[in-house]
C-alpha cells in the first residue's frame, strides 16, 4: 500500500506540472493581454504594468519564475485586484465547500438508496417512476434547472429567500448541484446491483439462509458500490471547487466565480492558480478514491 501511495504521488506531481505547462502557455498563446481594456491604456502605462508583474519577459522565463514562486508558497497577486492569490482563494473556497459538500452528500445517499430500490423493484412502479425522474434529471443541464428554481421559488412563490452572503440559504443551490450526480449514481447503483445479485455468492447466500436484509446491504450493495465510487472521487471534487453556473447563478461568492471573473479580466495568476487547485483536489479524490476500493473489497490489490 505504502509503495503504491509513493508512486500515485510522485504520478500526481508529474501530472499536475504537465497541467501548469499546457495552462500557462495556453493561456498565454491567446492574442490580448489583461491590461487590454475597453478603455484605451497608453502604451507606457501598459508596458509599466508589464514590467512590474514580470510580462514584459520571455514566456519560458515567465514560466520558470511563477514556478519557482510557487514552490515556495507564493501563489502570486491578482493582476485586477492586487490581492493575494491564495487568501482570496481559501476564503472562497471555503464558500464553495460548504455548498459542494452538502450536495455531494445529498447526491450520493439519495443516488444510492433510490438506485437499491430501483434495483429490488425492477420493472415496476418504483423503478419505473425512479427511471424516468434520473432521466430528467441526467437530461436537464444544472443552470437550466438552478434558474428554474431560482424564478418559482424565490421570485414567483417567495418561499425561499435568495442568496445572501450574511444569511446564506443552501437550498436551492445544493438541489441545483446535487440532481444530476444523484441520478448519474441512481443509475449507476442499480445496474450494479443488478449485476450483483445475479452472481453466485448472492444466490448460495440465499439457499443458505441469509437474511435478505444482509443479502442486500453486506453482500450485494457493498460489490455494487466500486462503479459508484469511481464516479464519485472525481465528481466530489469538482462539487467543492463550486459549480461555475450554479454559483454565478445564485450569486454565490465562491470558487467557481472567482474562476469566471479571472477568465473574463485575463487575470493570469489567478487562472493558473485556481486551475492548479483544482488539479490538486482531483489528484487527491482520484487517490483516495483508490484506497477506497481497497476498503470496500479487500480483493483488490493496488501494485
Known sequence: MT?????????AIVSIWIITLITFFTMNA???GPFNKEKATSAAVIATLEARYN???PLG???????????????GISLHSGRDIWTDIWS??????????????????IGIVLGSIAALTRNKLPD???VFFTTLGTAMPSFVLATLLLLVFCLKLSLIPVWSSSDPNYILPVIALSVYPMAYITRLTKTSMLDALNQDYVRTARAKGVSKVKVIFVHAL??????????????VAYILTGS???????TIGGLGSVFVTSINNRDYPVIMAVTIFLAILMVIANLLTDIVYKLVDPRIKLD
Open 3 to 11: 509503495k503504491y501511495i509513493t508512486k500515485r504521488i510522485l504520478l
Open 222 to 235: 457493498r460489490n455494487a458500490l466500486i462503479p459508484v465510487i469511481t464516479y464519485v472521487g472525481p465528481m
Open 30 to 32: 491567446i492574442p490580448g
Open 55 to 57: 510580462l514584459d519577459k
Open 61 to 75: 522565463e515567465q514560466y520558470v519564475l511563477y514556478m519557482t514562486n510557487l514552490l515556495h508558497g507564493d501563489w
Open 92 to 109: 472562497r473556497f471555503q464558500v464553495s465547500a460548504k455548498l459542494g459538500g452538502r450536495a455531494a452528500a445529498v447526491a450520493i445517499v
Open 128 to 130: 419505473r417512476l425512479i
Open 244 to 250: 461555475m453556473v450554479v454559483e454565478n447563478i445564485f
